[in-house]
């Protein structure tokens, strides 16, 4: 789905991946789960292009939801997979601290875990080889993507912000939908290693310019990171 030149988005709203389109090729922001990979070829062949088209996929952290088709698309079509220093383990075998879960729905919970088996996410690969990058890189990807350090959520937890997108993924640094109770509206993520901060991180989103700060679960915010956060610690 476009939300805006060059800006699209996979997935829905419980679990969204982000593309960015541009003349020199295509960048993509998290991999969802492994099911995600339909969505994505379907895009991609929406745009006319072609997955090999595809320069690079950054990863804001190590979840499962975040990992989906990441190894398939290093494996058979040769994408370097990006991800914070602090996450490649993580990336590379599962292996992730405990996490605090926060207030449960029973209905919603139900309604996050059914999705995840429907796309496959029972069965996520380890990404095999991943590019380690760190806070303040501008990758040598389309859209020039720059990587905005939000230790919180994980160690390595990041936001990519892409000007020429006027846009910034900022995966789970914090949420519009809840996925355990379905509360929405900017808000703490569940399942973050370290609450405080996450929150603390966000004063980092403030300092940027965008139309558009994309989550990776829940809708689009259109309108500025300040504002964003801003809501999001009101709910704290």
Sequence with gaps: MQLAPHLHRL?????????IDTPEGITLIDAGFPGHWRDLHKEVTALG?????????????????HIGFAERLRDQHGVPVYVHAADADQARTGARPKATTGPMRLGPTMGFFAYALRKDGLRARHVQQVDQIADGDVLPLPGKPKVIGLPGHSPGSIAIHVPIADAVMIGD????RH??????????????????????????????QASWV????????HGSPADAVAAAQ???
């Design 11 to 19: 997935g829905n709203d419980i679990v969204a991946t982000y593309l």
């Design 49 to 65: 292009k072609r997955l090999s088209d595809i320069k690079g996929l950054i990863l804001t952290h190590g979840d499962c939801d």
């Design 173 to 176: 640094a914090f949420v519009t």
């Design 179 to 208: 996925l355990l109770t379905g509360r929405r509206g900017p808000q703490p993520a569940p399942f973050s290693q370290d609450p405080q901060a996450a929150l603390s991180s966000l004063e980092r989103l403030t300092e940027l």
């Design 214 to 221: 994309l989550p990776a679960h829940g809708a689009p915010w």
């Design 234 to 236: 009101l709910t704290r």
